[in-house]
């Protein structure tokens, strides 16, 4: 079940929502291709128009069939004249057509995920280049997609840390996605090379708790702070395995649909957006309810 925002969620803005970064073959540095807004709106009008057309069409045929009238017999200009005029006069076909075009292309997004998430249970739930929060051996593992930068994932950090508190059987799988640029690539690095200090789950939590844009400098104060071994720190930063995690977690999340951060998999359910403790504790009991 892909999760729609639904209930007693936060408002579906609680999302921060960045195309995926995708590395260049050419360069080290990840590069942030900006979307293109305009042109997909041309499009999707363009297709909704077609759609459009279309209906129109067969509204006209039947009158059309009862004079015999071919469509090849009518010329380029008395036929945009009869969709157009159509149009006009029913304007509701736009939406309609745009209402199920959206509805279509979520069906399929929908489907999409689900199969993505069934075929990459493995890699989302126990990949061991993921850092584990929670009970390592519980019997419910709920994944989630964040960025330090990200607002609504410090807006549901807590939320998170009182789920673990109150459900000894909960386990946390931490996918770092870092969608908000440089900085935040920087901090998801410096995450995973604290773990090989045996420090993920203290210095993730005191980026957070630094309550501000988590720069380079904010990164390393932080980790100076909390006793990591920073050269160190710094070195393992650029191991490889440590670019490839991060590249395995957009690419999963492309696959399973989620464009934004925070993003959550509970079970069968991918939930985008931040939640509150009410619908986290309802997904979490239906995952092992479904067991």
């Not at 057509?97 to 990459?120: G, I, P």
């Not at 996605?177 to 995973?192: E, N, V």
């Not at 932080?222 to 191991?239: H, S, Y």
Request: with cysteine.
């Amino acid at each position: 079940m892909v999760g729609d925002n639904q209930g007693h969620v936060l408002r579906h803005d609680h999302y921060s929502e960045v195309p995926a970064v995708r590395r260049n073959k050419r360069k080290e540095k990840p590069v942030v291709h900006k979307s293109k807004p305009l042109g997909r709106a041309i499009g999707k009008m363009a297709r909704v128009l077609m759609l459009a057309c279309a209906m129109a069409w067969l509204a006209l045929g039947p009158g059309l069939q009862g004079q015999a009238i071919a469509a090849s017999e009518m010329s380029q200009d008395q036929f945009d004249q009869r969709i157009h005029d159509y149009i006009l006069a029913h304007p509701e076909v736009i939406m309609e057509a745009l209402q199920s075009l959206d509805a279509r292309q979520r069906e399929a997004a929908a489907k999409a995920a689900k199969t993505a998430l069934a075929a990459k249970a493995d890699e989302i739930f126990r990949d061991p280049a993921s850092p584990v929060g929670g009970n390592a051996h519980g019997n419910v593992t709920m994944a989630e997609f964040f960025d330090y930068n990200c607002p609504y994932c410090r807006q549901v950090a807590p939320i998170i840390a009182q789920a673990v508190a109150d459900d000894p059987q909960l386990r946390i799988v931490y996918k770092e996605f870092p969608i908000l640029g440089p900085d935040s690539m920087f901090a998801a690095k410096a995450a995973l090379a604290a773990q090989r200090q045996g420090k993920y789950a203290e210095f993730h939590k005191a980026l957070y708790d630094a309550r501000t844009r988590v720069t380079e400098a904010v990164v390393l104060r932080v980790a100076a702070a909390i006793g990591l071994d920073v050269p160190r720190l710094k070195a393992d930063m650029q191991q490889p395995d440590i670019q490839a995690a991060i590249d395995k977690n957009a690419q999963l999340a492309q696959a399973l649909g989620i464009t934004g951060t925070p993003g959550f998999v509970v079970g069968e359910q991918i939930f985008p957006g931040a939640t509150d403790r009410a619908t986290m504790k309802k997904l979490i009991e239906q995952a092992r309810s479904s067991k």
